[in-house]
T-cell receptor
Framework: GESVGLHLPTLSVQEGDNSIINCAYS??????FIWYKQESGKGPQFIID?????DKRQGQRVTVLLNKTVKHLSLQIAATQPGDSAVYFCAENRSGGYQKVTFGTGTKLQVIP | GAGVSQSPSNKVTEKGKDVELRCDPI?????LYWYRQSLGQGLEFLIY????????KSGLPSDRFSAERTGGSVSTLTIQRTQQEDSAVYLC????????????FGPGTRLLVL
């Protein structure tokens, strides 16, 4: 069946270092991927997305990499800051018609000052 | 404009009682989702509304759960005869149209069933 999962449930990173959060997906038909950030007590917020015709997309301090060969997605955060501490979810979807988005389990990022 | 709003923000109820959770999506968003999130866990899909199409109810955990969306805008999630395992944060999200559009989440309703 379809699944989206994360390799690491918790990631601790020193402030100023780069963070890499990984995600695996199993549905080869998925062609749209999203990363969300959820701070404590709040709903998830969109960070960045990528479509399957791309293998890299950059935002402000964040980069998403997509490897369709191994069905792997990663989120890179440059110069991690305390405000980056949150749970990060990857999500995948298949375009065409009204498809619902499937969320992964989530990775908790802890930034050590 | 205003984001997705949910009410109440917190709800404490007794086992066996019914509860109603409300979601006001962003104006103009035709897609609306309900998710459940237990403490420290991921998002569990519950139900998905898209325009006037029949909702996707495949995530509802039991027949005690139901949801409506009136006039293509406000949605209500109803949980009948609540159980302690229903305790969770219930999140609502909306998006412009297709599921490939960015979802905007509300702050959630924290439900505690005693």
């Amino acid at each position: 069946g379809e699944s989206v999962g994360l390799h690491l449930p918790t990631l601790s990173v020193q402030e100023g270092d780069n963070s890499i959060i990984n995600c695996a997906y199993s549905n080869s038909a998925s062609d749209y991927f999203i990363w969300y950030k959820q701070e404590s007590g709040k709903g998830p917020q969109f960070i960045i997305d990528i479509r399957s015709n791309m293998d890299k997309r950059q935002g402000q301090r964040v980069t998403v990499l997509l490897n369709k060969t191994v069905k792997h997605l990663s989120l890179q955060i440059a110069a991690t800051q305390p405000g980056d501490s949150a749970v990060y979810f990857c999500a995948e979807n298949r375009s065409g018609g009204y498809q619902k988005v499937t969320f992964g389990t989530g990775t908790k990022l802890q930034v050590i000052p | 404009g205003a984001g997705v709003s949910q009410s109440p923000s917190n709800k404490v109820t007794e086992k066996g009682k019914d509860v109603e959770l409300r979601c006001d999506p962003i104006s103009g968003h035709t897609a609306l989702y309900w998710y459940r999130q237990s403490l420290g866990q991921g998002l569990e899909f519950l139900i998905y509304f898209q325009g006037n199409s029949a909702p996707d109810k495949s995530g509802l955990p039991s027949d005690r759960f139901s949801a409506e969306r009136t006039g293509g805008s406000v949605s209500t999630l109803t949980i009948q005869r609540t159980q302690q395992e229903d305790s969770a944060v219930y999140l609502c999200a909306s998006s412009l149209a297709l599921a490939t559009e960015t979802q905007y989440f509300g702050p959630g309703t924290r439900l505690l069933v005693l």
